[in-house]
């Protein structure tokens, strides 16, 4: 677990999204919910993780 963990807007650059588009996923539930943890009241991200999530998203045929 050496993965580093980034913020929601280290998140959007990566990904050119904007920060809504993020906080949006985070907010959701369910079984499709952007990976992430919970670090108290924080949440963060491993990139690896959730662009494997996307690949996931993506081949399914949905609009992640």
Do not use: C, F
Not at 15 to 32: H, M
């Amino acid at each position: 677990m050496n993965e580093k963990l980034i913020t929601s807007a280290e998140l959007a650059e990566e990904l050119k999204v904007p920060l809504s588009w993020v906080y949006s996923r985070t907010r959701q539930r369910g079984p499709d919910v952007i990976p992430m943890i919970r670090v108290g009241r924080y949440i963060r991200y491993r990139l690896p993780e959730v662009l494997d999530w996307l690949v996931r998203k993506d081949k399914e045929g949905s609009n992640a």
